[in-house]
């Protein structure tokens, strides 16, 4: 009995039975049987691997949650995503201004601040980096 099924057993209590997917333990890898999971799945490369390890993010700010939701999608479990511009000049934290990039950071880094699918971390070089592992 391998570790993932291991403790996929003993999470999962009288009557449960657990699925061993053969993926990252803590990333979808023990999984009630019939619940699909597949929003918990990280996509498979061709080669059945895993998906991507890193993905930067530099984009508008209006679409940097949509990216962010994308690369959530594409990297595995512990991969790493990284997002440009977090702190942009200072002007997320003032909540008065709302013109749509900033309002588009702000929202962003309070998502990220709740989000239980990463832990973050955010560097202060230049206009701020923040680095997002996925759970």
């Not at 002007?91 to 973050?120: F, H, M, W, Y």
């Amino acid at each position: 009995m391998s570790m993932t099924q291991r403790t996929g057993q003993c999470l999962a209590g009288p009557g449960n039975e657990i699925e061993d997917t053969g993926a990252p333990r803590g990333c979808g890898a023990a999984r009630s049987a019939g619940d699909g999971g597949e929003e918990d799945s990280p996509p498979r490369g061709g080669d059945g691997q895993g998906g991507f390890d890193f993905v930067f993010i530099d984009t508008d700010k209006i679409s940097h949650d949509a990216y962010n939701e994308r690369a959530l999608l594409l990297v595995h479990c512990g991969g790493l995503i990284v997002l440009d511009n977090v702190f942009w000049e200072g002007l997320g934290l003032d909540g008065t201004i709302q013109e749509p990039d900033t309002a588009g950071v702000r929202a962003l880094n309070l998502k990220l601040r709740d989000d239980t699918r990463v832990s973050i971390s955010t560097i202060p070089l230049s206009d701020g980096l923040t680095l997002a592992r996925k759970r």
